[in-house]
């Protein structure tokens, strides 16, 4: 008898420290769903493309690359993903594509993404592209100088696509910041989705994270069935 009383005691001295113990898990569960449930990805949201140049049909699954002018991974990207892009989903229409920028490198970064910026604004879509392969084309991977995208040079770049008058037209809206506001916009979804390198590619405004273009175009499919 004394046996089993002993043991009915320690139970009823330890029941207390069991419901506690259980009581305190069930709320660290408990807030570690409601955390998670209010969790929302860094790395993926709705990205508006008006007002940003597009390639391809606008109804079409989004690419959306982030880049910088300076950046010889970019660069790489441009001569050996991006024709294929143009060529197998692009060109298909299965796909547009947007180059957005983030310019992080330093400051000729800034100004070659703003004077892009402004050649966009103030004569279009089309030469805006033109431009753009020029740049990825002129940058040096080896020229770590800040001053090698000078206004000069890039005044120079666009003189050999367009007329004297419209190079003038863009280099005095360039002096003037007036698409500031344009390249903040770019800046603004940087730090929204959390893009931390470039080229950083969304679809549909999700990140992309494979490797291949076989993985992109996957996932351009799979976008496009959802």
Known sequence: MAKK???ASTKSKRSPKLLIVIIAALAVVMAAILFVGNLEPSA????DLEGQP???????VSIV???DYKCPACKNFHESMVPMIEQELVETGDASFTYMNYPFLNVDS???ALYAETVYGELGNDTFWEFHDRLFTEQDPEAESQDFFTEERLNSILEEIVSADEASQVSEAFQAEEYEDALETDTDYVSELGVQSTPTLFVNGEQFEGGSFEELRDMVEEAANE
């Open 44 to 47: 993926s949201g709705d990205i």
């Open 110 to 112: 800034s100004r070659a």
């Open 5 to 7: 009383k002993t043991s």
């Open 54 to 60: 597009v390639k391809g049909e606008e109804n079409a």
């Open 65 to 67: 690359e982030f880049g």
